[in-house]
Protein backbone atom coordinates (compact mmCIF):
# COMPACT_ATOMS: atom_id res chain seq x y z
CA UNK A 1 0.00 0.00 0.00
CA UNK A 2 2.84 2.57 0.96
CA UNK A 3 4.82 1.64 -2.11
CA UNK A 4 1.79 2.43 -4.66
CA UNK A 5 1.21 5.86 -2.61
CA UNK A 6 4.86 6.27 -3.19
CA UNK A 7 4.48 5.57 -7.27
CA UNK A 8 1.53 7.60 -7.43
CA UNK A 9 3.28 10.48 -5.58
CA UNK A 10 6.45 9.96 -8.12
CA UNK A 11 3.78 10.64 -10.92
CA UNK A 12 2.30 13.63 -9.69
CA UNK A 13 5.36 14.61 -8.91
CA UNK A 14 6.96 14.18 -12.31
CA UNK A 15 3.31 15.88 -14.19
CA UNK A 16 3.91 18.73 -12.21
CA UNK A 17 7.14 18.78 -12.93
CA UNK A 18 6.74 18.96 -16.85
CA UNK A 19 3.88 21.64 -16.82
CA UNK A 20 6.26 24.09 -14.91
CA UNK A 21 8.73 23.36 -17.31
CA UNK A 22 6.15 24.32 -20.08
CA UNK A 23 5.00 27.01 -18.42
CA UNK A 24 8.43 28.22 -17.86
CA UNK A 25 9.32 27.75 -21.76
CA UNK A 26 5.94 29.10 -22.56
CA UNK A 27 6.60 32.76 -20.87
CA UNK A 28 10.12 33.26 -22.17
CA UNK A 29 9.17 32.66 -25.68
CA UNK A 30 8.52 35.78 -27.81
CA UNK A 31 5.23 37.37 -26.77
CA UNK A 32 2.55 37.30 -29.51
CA UNK A 33 -0.18 39.86 -30.51
CA UNK A 34 -3.34 39.13 -30.55
CA UNK A 35 -5.09 40.23 -34.28
CA UNK A 36 -7.07 43.01 -31.96
CA UNK A 37 -3.84 44.20 -30.48
CA UNK A 38 -2.10 43.80 -33.77
CA UNK A 39 -4.97 46.30 -35.21
CA UNK A 40 -5.00 48.36 -32.51
CA UNK A 41 -1.01 49.11 -32.53
CA UNK A 42 -1.36 49.83 -36.59
CA UNK A 43 -4.00 52.33 -36.55
CA UNK A 44 -2.43 53.80 -33.41
CA UNK A 45 1.05 53.85 -35.76
CA UNK A 46 -1.16 55.02 -39.03
CA UNK A 47 -3.31 57.61 -36.69
CA UNK A 48 -0.60 59.57 -35.28
CA UNK A 49 0.88 60.63 -38.70
CA UNK A 50 -1.44 63.63 -39.00
CA UNK A 51 0.03 64.88 -36.17
CA UNK A 52 4.19 64.22 -36.39
CA UNK A 53 4.50 64.86 -40.19
CA UNK A 54 5.33 68.34 -41.15
CA UNK A 55 2.37 69.68 -43.34
CA UNK A 56 5.07 69.85 -46.40
CA UNK A 57 5.18 66.22 -46.32
CA UNK A 58 1.30 65.23 -45.86
CA UNK A 59 0.88 68.06 -48.91
CA UNK A 60 3.66 67.56 -50.88
CA UNK A 61 4.90 71.02 -53.23
CA UNK A 62 4.10 69.51 -56.57
CA UNK A 63 1.84 66.60 -57.32
CA UNK A 64 2.73 64.38 -60.70
CA UNK A 65 -0.19 62.38 -61.94
CA UNK A 66 -1.54 60.71 -65.11
CA UNK A 67 -4.69 61.70 -66.98
CA UNK A 68 -7.68 59.89 -67.22
CA UNK A 69 -7.70 56.80 -69.87
CA UNK A 70 -11.05 59.45 -71.29
CA UNK A 71 -8.25 62.09 -72.47
CA UNK A 72 -7.13 59.67 -75.63
CA UNK A 73 -4.56 62.55 -76.68
CA UNK A 74 -3.06 61.93 -73.18
CA UNK A 75 -0.96 58.32 -73.51
CA UNK A 76 1.92 58.18 -71.59
CA UNK A 77 1.53 61.92 -70.42
CA UNK A 78 2.66 62.55 -66.69
CA UNK A 79 1.08 66.40 -65.53
CA UNK A 80 2.12 68.37 -62.20
CA UNK A 81 0.04 70.25 -59.92
CA UNK A 82 1.01 72.67 -57.42
CA UNK A 83 0.98 73.62 -54.04
CA UNK A 84 -0.50 76.60 -53.37
CA UNK A 85 -1.08 76.70 -49.58
CA UNK A 86 -1.74 75.28 -46.53
CA UNK A 87 -4.54 75.73 -44.38
CA UNK A 88 -4.72 75.87 -40.52
CA UNK A 89 -6.08 72.79 -38.64
CA UNK A 90 -10.13 72.85 -38.85
CA UNK A 91 -12.42 71.05 -36.76
CA UNK A 92 -14.29 68.35 -38.75
CA UNK A 93 -17.33 70.33 -38.41
CA UNK A 94 -15.73 73.81 -39.65
CA UNK A 95 -14.13 71.95 -42.44
CA UNK A 96 -16.67 69.93 -44.26
CA UNK A 97 -20.40 70.15 -45.19
CA UNK A 98 -23.20 69.76 -42.74
CA UNK A 99 -24.15 66.26 -44.25
CA UNK A 100 -20.63 65.34 -44.06
CA UNK A 101 -19.82 66.51 -41.14
CA UNK A 102 -22.84 64.79 -39.28
CA UNK A 103 -20.99 61.26 -41.18
CA UNK A 104 -17.80 61.69 -39.54
CA UNK A 105 -18.62 63.15 -36.35
CA UNK A 106 -20.52 59.51 -35.88
CA UNK A 107 -17.19 57.68 -36.54
CA UNK A 108 -15.18 59.91 -34.41
CA UNK A 109 -13.44 62.18 -36.69
CA UNK A 110 -10.59 64.22 -35.38
CA UNK A 111 -9.54 67.07 -37.05
CA UNK A 112 -9.43 68.13 -40.88
CA UNK A 113 -6.06 69.32 -43.19
CA UNK A 114 -6.33 71.02 -45.89
CA UNK A 115 -4.43 72.12 -49.00
CA UNK A 116 -4.82 73.92 -52.21
CA UNK A 117 -3.34 73.25 -55.21
CA UNK A 118 -3.52 74.22 -59.08
CA UNK A 119 -3.31 72.24 -62.29
CA UNK A 120 -0.24 72.93 -64.74
CA UNK A 121 -2.21 75.40 -66.82
CA UNK A 122 -3.72 76.81 -64.09
CA UNK A 123 -7.33 76.46 -65.44
CA UNK A 124 -8.38 74.44 -62.41
CA UNK A 125 -8.02 74.75 -58.57
CA UNK A 126 -8.07 72.00 -55.74
CA UNK A 127 -8.55 71.81 -52.11
CA UNK A 128 -7.79 68.69 -50.49
CA UNK A 129 -8.70 67.48 -47.39
CA UNK A 130 -7.02 64.78 -44.69
CA UNK A 131 -10.08 63.64 -42.47
CA UNK A 132 -8.10 61.88 -39.32
CA UNK A 133 -10.19 58.99 -38.00
CA UNK A 134 -9.37 56.88 -34.98
CA UNK A 135 -8.89 53.73 -37.11
CA UNK A 136 -8.96 51.93 -40.49
CA UNK A 137 -12.32 50.36 -38.76
CA UNK A 138 -14.07 53.66 -38.57
CA UNK A 139 -12.32 55.46 -42.07
CA UNK A 140 -14.38 52.77 -43.56
CA UNK A 141 -17.21 52.99 -42.16
CA UNK A 142 -17.86 56.59 -42.41
CA UNK A 143 -16.62 55.96 -46.55
CA UNK A 144 -19.74 53.32 -46.88
CA UNK A 145 -21.69 55.85 -45.16
CA UNK A 146 -21.02 59.10 -47.45
CA UNK A 147 -20.82 56.95 -50.38
CA UNK A 148 -23.92 55.78 -49.82
CA UNK A 149 -25.69 58.90 -49.20
CA UNK A 150 -23.46 59.98 -52.82
CA UNK A 151 -23.09 63.73 -52.11
CA UNK A 152 -21.87 64.22 -55.23
CA UNK A 153 -20.92 68.05 -56.68
CA UNK A 154 -20.44 70.22 -54.09
CA UNK A 155 -20.48 68.53 -51.21
CA UNK A 156 -17.98 66.79 -48.53
CA UNK A 157 -14.40 69.49 -48.19
CA UNK A 158 -15.06 73.16 -48.01
CA UNK A 159 -12.61 75.19 -50.22
CA UNK A 160 -9.74 76.99 -49.17
CA UNK A 161 -8.54 80.60 -50.13
CA UNK A 162 -5.54 81.89 -50.25
CA UNK A 163 -5.33 85.96 -51.37
CA UNK A 164 -3.31 87.16 -54.65
CA UNK A 165 -3.65 83.48 -56.34
CA UNK A 166 -5.29 81.33 -58.69
CA UNK A 167 -7.49 80.13 -55.42
CA UNK A 168 -9.09 83.58 -54.50
CA UNK A 169 -12.03 82.94 -56.05
CA UNK A 170 -12.96 79.43 -55.20
CA UNK A 171 -15.66 79.20 -52.74
CA UNK A 172 -18.53 77.08 -51.71
CA UNK A 173 -20.07 78.33 -54.95
CA UNK A 174 -17.30 77.87 -57.56
CA UNK A 175 -17.17 73.74 -56.44
CA UNK A 176 -17.70 71.94 -59.62
CA UNK A 177 -16.52 68.15 -58.32
CA UNK A 178 -15.83 66.65 -55.29
CA UNK A 179 -15.44 63.16 -54.08
CA UNK A 180 -12.98 61.27 -51.67
CA UNK A 181 -10.74 58.10 -51.32
CA UNK A 182 -10.18 55.96 -48.20
CA UNK A 183 -6.36 55.80 -47.21
CA UNK A 184 -6.24 53.59 -43.92
CA UNK A 185 -6.91 55.83 -40.87
CA UNK A 186 -8.06 58.50 -43.43
CA UNK A 187 -10.78 60.05 -45.71
CA UNK A 188 -9.39 62.61 -48.34
CA UNK A 189 -11.35 64.60 -49.61
CA UNK A 190 -10.98 66.68 -52.80
CA UNK A 191 -12.88 69.41 -54.45
CA UNK A 192 -11.98 71.55 -57.97
CA UNK A 193 -13.43 74.08 -59.56
CA UNK A 194 -12.57 76.90 -62.64
CA UNK A 195 -9.56 78.75 -61.58
CA UNK A 196 -11.67 82.10 -62.97
CA UNK A 197 -14.28 81.73 -60.18
CA UNK A 198 -17.16 80.89 -61.99
CA UNK A 199 -19.91 79.30 -60.52
CA UNK A 200 -21.09 75.59 -60.32
CA UNK A 201 -22.08 74.36 -64.03
CA UNK A 202 -23.03 70.78 -65.37
CA UNK A 203 -19.78 70.06 -66.02
CA UNK A 204 -20.46 66.41 -66.25
CA UNK A 205 -21.80 67.33 -69.84
CA UNK A 206 -18.64 67.82 -71.13
CA UNK A 207 -16.73 64.89 -71.18
CA UNK A 208 -12.91 66.50 -71.69
CA UNK A 209 -13.49 69.27 -68.60
CA UNK A 210 -14.95 66.37 -66.43
CA UNK A 211 -12.25 63.98 -67.07
CA UNK A 212 -9.44 66.89 -66.43
CA UNK A 213 -10.88 67.83 -63.15
CA UNK A 214 -11.44 64.65 -61.91
CA UNK A 215 -7.24 63.86 -62.93
CA UNK A 216 -5.80 66.46 -61.37
CA UNK A 217 -8.47 66.03 -58.09
CA UNK A 218 -8.07 62.65 -58.22
CA UNK A 219 -4.65 62.46 -58.51
CA UNK A 220 -3.67 64.96 -55.63
CA UNK A 221 -5.65 63.33 -53.57
CA UNK A 222 -4.29 59.90 -53.85
CA UNK A 223 -0.58 61.42 -53.48
CA UNK A 224 -1.85 63.00 -50.25
CA UNK A 225 -3.27 59.03 -49.27
CA UNK A 226 -0.38 57.63 -49.88
CA UNK A 227 2.02 59.95 -47.48
CA UNK A 228 -0.85 58.93 -44.71
CA UNK A 229 -2.23 55.48 -45.84
CA UNK A 230 1.08 53.72 -46.10
CA UNK A 231 1.33 50.20 -44.77
CA UNK A 232 2.44 50.19 -41.06
CA UNK A 233 5.24 47.14 -40.52
CA UNK A 234 3.31 44.69 -39.17
CA UNK A 235 4.11 44.62 -34.67
CA UNK A 236 6.15 42.50 -33.78
CA UNK A 237 7.17 42.01 -29.81
CA UNK A 238 10.50 42.17 -28.61
CA UNK A 239 11.54 38.47 -27.36
CA UNK A 240 11.78 39.21 -23.96
CA UNK A 241 9.29 37.65 -21.51
CA UNK A 242 6.67 40.17 -20.45
CA UNK A 243 7.28 42.71 -23.49
Known amino acids: MGFAVVITALVL??????????????QMLPRQFTTLQQRQITDWEAGKRWRVLPAGTIFPATVRYTPPAALDD?????????????????SCRAATDSATA??????????????SYVDGTASYVVTVGVAALPGAAQAKAANRELARNAPGAGAGVLTVQSAGTPTAGFAEKQRQISAMVAAGSYLIFYTIGYA????????????????????????????????????VPQPRCPGTPGC
Do not use: F, N
Not at 106 to 113: P, Q
Not at 211 to 217: L, P
Open 13 to 26: GIAGLGISLVEIST
Open 74 to 90: AAGLTLTATRIGIARQA
Open 102 to 115: AVLARHGCEAVLRA
Open 196 to 231: DGRPKVPVTEDRYADAEMTGVGAGVARAVGSVLGAP
